[in-house]
């Protein structure tokens, strides 16, 4: 078995058993900025785009869901869909601006349409402004048969969600697709060369990872009951980043780890207030300066070396 | 339909960068099953030729048609579906991805399914048997599942040329294939152009020139942007002007 297999076997048996050990919330608000993380390493692991405007996918997703769940008192499940939806709507029409710039150019691009949408969501009538959409009712799921009032029940919804989204990563980089991208990210004029319209499949990548992130975005909105302002901030577009950068960007369960990491100190560090970023600044210099290719991709490294030496 | 004499036409060609004028009002014609080779000094411009006829550079002025159809404004992408195939001066692999792989991504082109990120690529097995066969047909059997990037020189360039196979082009442009290597390689490179060449044409840039005169029925020298000469080696070889170029500038 590899070291990733390894790793992800003893997660999911931990998944399954997490509720009785932590808070539900934590742990559903932890599994969302986990999809969210590897929504974002689709792209800048596998395409090697840096997106610093994640955030206004994930924010976005969380309005549509909120708005079609407490203002128009539709099913949560319509809300997760509405929320994809929006997101990859915004995802294409930014990408299809974004994706033909290169490097830096591309996360300038979509820095500033994230500030864009976050301007929009504070003037926007049906966001709140400045409270956000708050107490969204959370109603049954699948037509009445489930309750999601206790927490514990709604996790397993969450780490359903979360295993789709995640299995979904997973296949996208594993089809004949991904395989392009792989090309493209190594090596875009060769591709090119071999009759690859690069960007066409670029912007596929983006809108995919668009919609995934808005899969996280409005599953976080049915968890917490709400949806504010700093899911679309660009504090939130960076921390993804954070996020997915402690993890180990080459791999798909980097991300995940980075974000337990992450949300686990901003809980348990909370009573250190605002203390809590400069900490977060200083783990994240380190991990970026001792372990280059993150934790998971570290750990992968050693485990490979100590079983060839043995 | 009678196939045409000529496969690929250049007229006036012209690139301009910020005033400096790299390639000058280039008449090309290639004719097919040719080995055509262009020449020059470092700096004439057969680079930024390449560059034009496969739109990665959008020429300043000038016309391209290949197999009588226009391509002077068509996408580099659909330029290489119609069967131009370009190679690079630098070796162009796909570092990550295994030798075998390489060469799948070319062969899975033509299937059309890849756009399709819902499906395993277990769908792009059958296409491993002949991947493994253009591999062996470069030599490189022994490293199929080493990741490129661990490829010494030659071989990347051997894998270059797989993975161009592997799209069955109609034309290939290869840029200085021979750049780099040691005399092994170049032997068997220069065997494998000239297999490859046989239901094909190819246009070549090289600077090795006893690989040129070996194999090309044609060479244009290009220097300073402009066409100098143009005709098989022996005439070529005697012009006073390519003699010049060529002493000037140290090669030879
Ligand atoms: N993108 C570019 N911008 C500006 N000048 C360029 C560019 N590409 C090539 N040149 C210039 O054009 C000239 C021809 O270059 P090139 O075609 O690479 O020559 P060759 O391949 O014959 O050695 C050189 O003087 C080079 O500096
Ligand atoms: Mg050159």
């Avoid at chain 1, 979904?168 to 071999?194: C, M, W």
């Avoid at chain 2, 109609?170 to 040691?182: H, Q």
């Avoid at chain 2, 000469?229 to 000037?248: C, D, L, M, N, R």
Wanted: proline residues 3%.
């Amino acid at each position: 078995m590899t070291a990733q297999r390894v790793i992800g076997v003893v997660l999911l048996a931990a998944a399954l058993v997490a509720p009785w050990f932590a808070y539900p919330i934590f742990l559903m608000t932890a599994l969302c900025f986990a999809l969210f993380a590897c929504a974002f390493n689709l792209l800048l692991g596998y395409v090697g785009l840096m997106s610093f405007g994640h955030a206004m996918f994930f924010g976005i997703a969380g309005y549509f869901f909120g708005h079609v769940v407490k203002a128009w008192g539709m099913a949560p499940e319509l809300g997760i869909l509405a929320g994809v939806a929006g997101a990859a709507a915004l995802g294409a029409v930014t990408g299809a601006l974004a994706i033909r710039r290169q490097g830096i150019y591309f996360a300038m691009i979509t820095l500033a349409f994230a500030q864009m949408i976050y301007f929009f969501c504070i003037q926007a009538p049906f966001t709140g402004g400045e409270d956000g959409l708050q107490g969204i009712a959370r109603r049954p799921l699948l037509g009445g048969l489930l309750p999601t009032k206790d927490d514990r029940v709604l996790y397993y919804v969450v780490l359903a969600i979360f295993l789709f989204g995640y299995g979904t990563i997973y296949r996208i980089i594993h089809s004949p697709f991904g395989q392009v991208l792989k090309a493209i990210r190594d090596n875009e004029q060769r591709a090119v060369s071999l009759g690859y319209e690069a960007d066409r499949y670029k912007l596929l990548a983006f809108v995919l990872s668009a919609a995934l992130a808005g899969l996280a975005g409005a599953t976080k909105a049915m968890v917490l009951q709400f949806a504010t302002l700093t899911d679309v901030s660009a504090a939130m577009s960076g921390e993804v980043v954070l996020m997915a950068l402690v993890g180990g960007l080459g791999t798909i369960i980097g991300p995940v780890v980075g974000a337990f990491i992450i949300i686990t100190m901003q809980n348990y560090l909370a009573a250190a207030g605002e203390f809590v970023l400069v900490i977060q600044g200083a783990i994240f210099v380190v991990i970026v300066m001792a372990f280059r290719k993150g934790l998971v991709g570290e750990l992968t490294d050693w485990w490979k070396s100590r079983r060839s030496a043995g | 339909m009678a196939e045409q004499e000529t496969i690929l036409e250049a007229n006036g060609l012209t690139k301009e960068f910020k005033g400096f004028v790299a390639v000058k009002n280039v008449d090309l014609r290639v004719r097919r099953h040719t080995i055509h080779a262009l020449i020059g000094p470092n700096g004439a411009g057969k680079t930024t030729c390449f560059n034009l006829l496969t739109h990665f550079l959008s020429p300043t002025a000038g016309r391209i048609y290949f197999n009588g159809r226009e391509i002077t404004g068509s996408s580099p992408a659909a330029i290489a579906r119609m069967g131009l195939v370009r190679s690079f001066q630098i070796s162009a692999v796909f570092p990550h991805l295994s030798v075998r792989e390489n060469v799948r991504v070319a062969l899975q082109r033509k299937i059309g399914n890849s756009f399709h990120f819902w499906r395993s690529q277990k769908v792009l097995d059958r296409f491993d048997r002949r991947a493994l066969e253009l591999v062996e047909a470069v030599g490189l059997s022994a490293f199929a599942e080493l990741p490129a990037v661990e490829l010494p020189y030659g071989r990347k360039r051997a894998l270059e040329i797989a993975t161009t196979l592997a799209l069955e082009p109609e034309m290939m442009l290869l840029d200085e294939p021979m750049a780099g290597l040691g005399q092994e390689d170049i032997k068997r490179i220069a065997a494998l152009i000239r297999t490859v060449a046989k239901d094909r044409t190819v246009l070549m840039v090289e600077h090795n020139m006893s690989v040129v005169a070996d194999l090309s029925d044609t060479i244009t020298v290009l220097a300073r942007g402009e066409v100098l000469a143009e005709g098989p080696y022996a005439t070529v070889s005697k012009h006073p002007a390519v003699i010049e170029a060529y002493v000037g500038t140290g090669h030879g």
